[in-house]
């Protein structure tokens, strides 16, 4: 089965989901219902970061729907409608990984576990060695693979140390556990933002 590549999914998401003309600011209508609506659900968001543009990749946690509605009124409800597409296709491609990995350990021996970086394309197998070894710490920024590992990493929940440890089932499980209450979440919150997007 093909796989593609981690880093190249998530850059296509960024590309396909927040081009330039369509993340400038819009006039927001009058404030509706569903307006509201959208402001309280990304308000109580625990998953959804606003961002300033496609390029910044940092995020900001907007905790009241005062927050979310002063940022609407500068740019518009568009940005963040497909800000949110991007991160719950994201966290979906993230899940999607995680079920891989415990449908590998359900066809495996008890006991058996696996190494989140086995699931990511990009990287060299000859190079996971070196991830793991505490030893060749040093080596590991300069490797061409690098980048894609933090990515892949992001992309799973899981920190930039943590994405070499190997898993069994109950830490899968737990995994999975995370990734769809983040889907859930992001859902909710797109699908909020969609209802607020004004008519065409």
């Known amino acids: 089965m093909f796989r593609a590549p981690a880093s190249n999914l998530i850059e296509s998401v960024v590309e396909n ?8 600011a819009a006039a927001l209508p009058k404030r509706t219902p569903e307006i509201a609506a959208a402001a309280l659900i990304v308000s109580k968001s625990e998953w959804f970061r606003m961002r300033q543009d496609k390029d910044h990749n940092g995020g900001i946690l907007v905790r009241t729907p005062e927050s979310a509605n002063v940022m609407w009124l500068l740019r518009g409800l568009q940005h963040d409608f497909r800000e949110a597409t991007r991160q719950l296709t994201i966290a979906r491609i993230g899940e999607g990984k995680w079920k891989e990995m415990k449908a590998d ?8 576990r696996v190494c989140p970086l ?9 190079d996971i060695p070196i991830f793991k070894d505490e030893d060749r710490m040093d080596e590991v920024p300069d490797l061409p693979c690098f980048a894609s590992a933090m990515e892949f990493a992001d992309m799973l929940r899981v920190g930039e140390a943590e994405v070499v ?5 109950t830490d ?29």
């Not at 086995?118 to 000859?126: A, V």
Request: net charge negative; aromatic share 6%; with cysteine.
């Open 118 to 126: 086995d699931y990511c394309p990009e990287i060299n197998p000859e």
């Open 172 to 200: 899968v499980e737990q995994m999975l556990n995370l990734l769809a209450g983040q889907v859930a979440d992001l859902t909710k919150v797109r699908e909020a933002l969609r209802l607020a997007l004004p008519e065409r």
């Open 105 to 112: 350990l359900l066809s495996a021996e008890p006991g058996a």
């Open 165 to 169: 440890f190997d898993y069994d089932r």
């Open 17 to 24: 989901l927040m081009t330039p003309d369509e993340c400038g």
